[in-house]
RNA sequence: GUCCCGUUCGUCUAGAGGCCUAGGACACCGGGUUUUCAUCCCGGCAACAGGGGUUCGACUCCCCUACGGGAUGCCA
């Protein structure tokens, strides 16, 4: 059995997308479990929109979440002899001819067709002309006019195209330069890849692609066309209907290994099973179990699945996770007297790292402003704030314990509910009615601070 | 328009002719635990696009229709 070898050709024009995270993730899987290689390419011919920034944007946003290649990723930009000599040795088999039709008449004859009632497409005027090469010209494939191509697809099974559906498409443009279906299929053949793992849109390239490659003589590849990732308006997921970017989702929070889980988890699924990493879908991925049909990217499971990513992480790894995120809002993370009990009371206090943070805020900072609903909710008799300040100082052993046991007994002993005796002090020391146990909440802060704290809510209050 | 791909709960999905009274997860709703919030636990709601075949039997196979998506570039 021959090696397997995916790759991920990305297009310099944006920063990478979610979308693109799966089809790279794919790629990455599927090459990890055959023991093949993960290429990437960088698909630059379109000079005009492709950039050196979006390119380093897309390298290094897939190195770190994990989708390392396994040789060094090339540049189609600086390939251009390969592409060449390529389209030289289809024009010499007699697979290509020149054409000098201007924009101007194609356009013309397409809108005839439409007016026809005919599908557009170049109706090869050219093909028999015998034209030579000028800056007037571009190379077309002579597509063959009858047969039928089948392009066998891992997800799908047997598409078949017929070949008077195809145009004779362009695969070299009229300044000389290599359109991406010549540079796509040589590079392919260059970079030995067996397996092309792609979104769904391309399917429609792939009879052609196919032609270039018989024109050149090149092996069959697989090829395996993922459904496309949508938005929640059932289109696919784009700047209109969803943040695209991968880095968007970082910054929010969201764990790489959450992230990735959610994009498998779209389109393929493991039994019963909705929390998996890496390792689990390099042991359990089948490409041929792929769903067919397009699927919304849900946030609330991104949410879910990455509560449950954060969950599994230890208190360690968890802090460093959420340290930039403290960072953020000008927090250290050890500026505590007791960080860990505190970080591991507030871990579950929300679905991402930013979240989190924000909520640790009133813990690390002074209390800006209070809930001013809660105040008049609850605290009708300052008296029992100040009383309870007052036993609490009394306290010579400050834990969780003690507290609670000393809170419950002036509950007890006043007849008073537990909210009573509770909110105030919740409020004092986070401004909100929302924290942990009352005994952690309090037992987080030294007995100074957390009288210090209720000082001010006092003070504020008369 | 034409070609191609698709269509199971709101969402992601299980389902390879009888195991389906269509299963799970998220979301949502209700209950419990927690003195609050979150976590956690329990319960509930909710789907085979429609119509024809084939078959003793169809979510599963075939055909048609509808709907959605993609492609139809000297973009990739």
Excluded at 25 to 41: D, E, P, S
Excluded at 140 to 158: F, H, S
Excluded at 267 to 275: A, K, L, M, R, T
Excluded at 415 to 434: C, D, F, M, W, Y
């Amino acid at each position: 059995m021959k090696a397997i070898v995916t790759r991920f050709a990305p297009s310099p024009t944006g920063t990478l997308h979610i979308g693109g995270v799966r089809t790279a993730l794919f790629n990455y899987v599927y090459a990890k479990q055959n023991n093949g290689k993960f290429l990437i390419r960088i698909e630059d011919t379109d000079t005009e929109r492709s950039t050196k920034e979006y390119e380093k944007n897309i390298l290094d946003n897939l190195t770190s979440i994990g989708l390392k290649p396994d040789e060094d990723p090339i540049n189609q930009s600086e390939r251009n002899e390969i592409y060449l000599k390529a389209a030289e040795k289809i024009f010499q088999s007699g697979n290509a001819y020149w054409c000098d039709c201007s924009q101007e008449e194609l356009e013309e004859m397409r809108k005839a067709q439409i007016a026809a009632g005919k599908k557009p497409m170049y109706d090869g005027r050219s093909r028999n002309l015998g034209l030579e090469k000028s800056d007037k010209t571009v190379l077309r494939l002579a597509t063959p006019e009858d047969g039928e191509i089948i392009v066998n697809d891992l997800i799908r099974g047997e598409i078949k195209f017929n070949n008077n559906e195809l145009d004779d498409l362009i695969l070299l443009r009229s300044d000389g330069s290599p359109t991406y279906h010549l540079c796509n299929v040589v590079d392919d053949y260059e970079q030995k890849v067996t397996t092309v793992i792609r979104g769904e849109d391309h399917i429609s390239n792939t009879p052609r692609q196919i032609h270039i490659q018989n024109a050149l003589g090149y092996p069959e590849l697989e090829y395996a066309h993922l459904p496309l990732v949508l938005g929640t308006d059932k289109k696919r997921l784009s700047k209109r209907n969803a943040a695209t970017s991968l880095e968007e989702y970082r910054d929010r929070g969201y764990l790489d290994s959450a992230i990735l889980n959610a994009l498998a988890r779209l389109g393929w699924s493991q039994g019963e099973n909705d929390v998996f990493y890496m390792n689990d879908l390099i042991k359990e991925f089948n490409i041929k179990d792929v769903q067919k049909a397009g699927a919304i990217f849900d946030i609330t499971k991104l949410d879910w699945l990455n509560s449950q990513h954060l969950a599994n992480l230890s208190i360690e790894s968890f802090k460093e996770q959420l340290q930039p995120f403290l960072q953020q809002l000008d927090i250290d993370i050890e500026n505590h007297e007791n960080s860990n009990k505190l970080i591991e009371a507030m871990r579950t206090s929300d679905n991402t790292l930013s979240g989190i943070a924000k909520s640790l805020i009133p813990y690390y900072k002074d209390i800006k402003e209070y809930d001013e609903k809660a105040i008049k909710k609850f605290i009708n008799d300052k008296n029992i704030l100040t009383e309870i300040r007052d036993l609490l100082d009394k306290i010579d052993i400050w834990n969780q314990e003690v507290i609670d046991s000393v809170l419950k007994e002036y509950q007890l002993k006043n007849e008073l509910s537990v909210p009573e005796v509770n909110q105030p002090i919740r409020i004092a020391l986070t401004g909100s009615t929302k924290s942990p146990g009352l005994g952690l909440t309090l037992s987080i802060f030294t007995k100074n601070k957390a009288i210090e704290r209720i000082n001010k809510l006092l003070d504020k209050l008369s």
